[in-house]
Antibody, heavy 121, light 106 residues
Framework: QVQLVESGGGVVQAGRSLRLSCAASGFTFRSFGMHWVRQAPGKGLEWVAVIWYDGNNKHYADSVKDRFTISRDNSKNTLDLQMNSLRADDTAVYYC??????????????WGQGTLVTVSS | SYEVTQALSVSVARGQTARITCGGHNIGSKNVHWYQQKPGQAPVLVIYRDNKRPSGIPERFSGSNSGNMATLTISRAQAGDEADYYCQVWDSSTVVFGGGTKLTFL
């Protein structure tokens, strides 16, 4: 069965960096786009970034552009999110999620349980 | 940038039909996906491509999309349907989520 397991969350000071990872299993990783989606405490879902199949095509939300970098390793079935220059408003649960296929036409069909990032000022 | 609008909350009586809307300019020209999220849990895809149900989602969940409004319909609403519901579209290679609608029971 499809499994997505995030790691790397924790408490970090504003201005510092943190790297999140997501281990994927149960499907052919290289055949699916992958997302990071976050949710601030008590707030709604906010999309962060997507990376497609071979990793050469990536897109970011304006709120994280130039600070966050999404990457993938298809040989290890892992997805990463490098977060730099962290701010208090980056505090959220970060979800790793699989795109259902066809460049978004099938929704985001599997989600991890999330990892909490807390940015302290 | 494209925006989608959802009501903050919708109330329904058990056994009745709940309708949760997602408004956006000419949203009928886009594929709309819907997610259910219960407290402390990850979101679950309940409708994709406007009106398709993933495997395991009850037939009570249905969707429609036309003009400037997409709608998630939950028939014969049950206590277990109490959750936050989010619509989602794509705009210029980026994902847009609605603000979410909390479904509660009268």
């Amino acid at each position: 069965q499809v499994q997505l397991v995030e790691s790397g969350g924790g408490v970090v000071q504003a201005g510092r960096s943190l790297r999140l990872s997501c281990a994927a299993s149960g499907f052919t990783f290289r055949s699916f786009g992958m997302h990071w989606v976050r949710q601030a405490p008590g707030k709604g879902l906010e999309w962060v970034a997507v990376i497609w199949y071979d990793g050469n095509n990536k897109h970011y939300a304006d709120s994280v552009k130039d600070r966050f970098t999404i990457s993938r390793d298809n040989s290890k079935n892992t997805l990463d999110l490098q977060m730099n220059s962290l701010r208090a408003d980056d505090t959220a649960v970060y979800y790793c999620a699989r795109d259902g296929g066809d460049y978004g036409d099938y929704g985001v069909d599997y989600w991890g349980q999330g990892t909490l990032v807390t940015v302290s000022s | 940038s494209y925006e989608v609008t959802q009501a903050l909350s919708v109330s329904v009586a058990r056994g009745q039909t709940a309708r949760i809307t997602c408004g956006g300019h000419n949203i009928g020209s886009k594929n709309v996906h819907w997610y259910q999220q219960k407290p402390g849990q990850a979101p679950v895809l309940v409708i994709y491509r406007d009106n398709k149900r993933p495997s395991g989602i009850p037939e009570r969940f249905s969707g429609s999309n036309s003009g400037n409004m997409a709608t998630l319909t939950i028939s014969r609403a049950q206590a277990g349907d109490e959750a936050d519901y989010y619509c989602q579209v794509w705009d210029s290679s980026t994902v847009v989520f609605g603000g979410g609608t909390k479904l509660t029971f009268l």
